[in-house]
């Protein structure tokens, strides 16, 4: 228990050699510090999922998921170790609102990769709803890149139109020949029943349309079969083209393709609205938790002795730079000192030097 209790104060960055003096504060730092651990962890698992589905690969996702964990770790300890307990209370929320601000924002940045783990399901049935509107419009869009394959279709259904109205035609005759022979009085029959002369007028109608008929559909089935094979081919050409654009649309499942069927989802459902603006105030108040917990406590011991620690070495700073001052200036005196009567005896002897030269000169002159 020691051991985790140390590993949590370690967490809040609280200084051991004062804390241990002061055991009535101990809970206090091992409930910071095992938020600043939890949240930490839980940056971990958020970047991790992220990276995942960026990578799509494990090891490059657990890597990097627990290094942006330990960043998210110490940047939470910073924060809370560099605060301060002051005795005004509107000097330590003017302090705190920077580092508020910050823990929001590493807030927001942790819960939405566990939103959308989360929200998988949903967010999957949605991608695949948007990857199958995907596949209809490449599909229509390939379309309209073959246009030959509407083409070649068009003459196919001209051939097979006339081969209707050829088999028609022929229908025509054949019930004109049958009301002939059995005697039914049209337009087009003499109403007498047997083979007379009408009725094989209308057998040989009837079998120059039926031969015209065999004619034409082989003529017009080998020009259909020449066109369905051109259409296959075309048809080939577009799966091929359709299977290039395949991969892209079936890897529609990166982060922000999943952040943008979770921004749908919201916008359609207040439910899950709700839910997700729930989950991220949560992890805004976990974030936030330990700069509450240090605004809202009262000055404690350690905050006492960590305040008289500082000041002692603030003393001491002074103390130091009073010696080191008051050293500097009686150097700084003593070289003046030493310097200006060395200049003024030297200058002396420049003077007494050229007074004894005039005088030799007068003397000489004279």
């Not at 819960?111 to 967010?123: A, D, G, Q």
């Not at 509107?133 to 259904?157: R, V, Y």
């Not at 620690?309 to 005196?333: C, N, P, Q, Y």
Request: aromatic share 10%.
């Amino acid at each position: 228990m020691s051991r985790i209790t140390q590993f949590f104060w370690f967490c809040s960055g609280a200084n051991f050699a004062i804390l241990k003096r002061t055991p009535t504060e101990s809970n206090k730092y091992v409930g910071i510090g095992a938020t600043v651990f939890f949240t930490g962890v839980l940056a971990a698992l958020a970047a991790g999922y992220a990276l995942f589905t960026v990578f799509q690969s494990l090891l490059p996702a657990i890597f990097f998921g627990l290094l942006w964990g330990m960043m998210i770790f110490n940047l939470d300890r910073f924060i809370v170790s560099s605060m301060r307990k002051k005795e005004n209370a509107w000097v330590e929320w003017k302090l705190a609102i920077p580092r508020l601000v910050l823990a929001v924002l590493l807030a927001l940045v942790i819960s939405k990769p566990l939103e959308l783990k989360m929200f998988e399901r949903e967010i999957n049935r949605k991608l695949d709803e948007k990857k199958t509107e995907f596949i209809a419009q490449s599909k229509a869009n390939l379309a309209k890149g073959f246009p030959e394959i509407q083409e070649l279709e068009a003459k196919i259904d001209t051939l097979k139109s006339e081969i209707g109205q050829a088999e028609a035609f022929r229908d025509q005759l054949q019930k004109e020949y049958d009301a002939e022979r059995f005697g039914e009085k049209t337009s087009g029959t003499s109403g007498i029943v047997g083979l007379g002369t009408n009725a094989k007028k209308k057998e040989q109608q009837l079998d120059a349309a039926q031969l015209a008929l065999e004619g034409l559909r082989s003529r017009n089935q080998i020009r259909i079969d020449t066109l369905e094979a051109q259409i296959r081919e075309f048809m080939a050409l577009r799966q091929a083209e359709f299977e290039k654009q395949q991969p892209g649309i079936e890897g529609f499942d990166g982060l922000a393709a999943r952040m943008d069927a979770l921004a749908v989802l919201t916008s359609e459902s207040s439910a899950m609205a709700l839910a997700n603006v729930f989950i991220m105030l949560l992890f805004i108040a976990i974030e936030t938790a330990p700069i509450f917990v240090k605004l809202i406590s009262s000055r404690g011991p350690y905050d006492e002795l960590l305040e008289l620690h500082e000041d002692k070495v603030k003393l001491f700073k002074g103390e130091k730079w009073t010696i080191a001052k008051g050293e500097s200036e009686a150097r700084v005196g003593y070289f003046q000192d030493t310097h200006f009567y060395a200049t003024d005896l030297k200058k002396e002897r420049t003077n007494r030097k050229n007074r004894a030269e005039t005088d030799r000169e007068l003397t000489n002159w004279d």
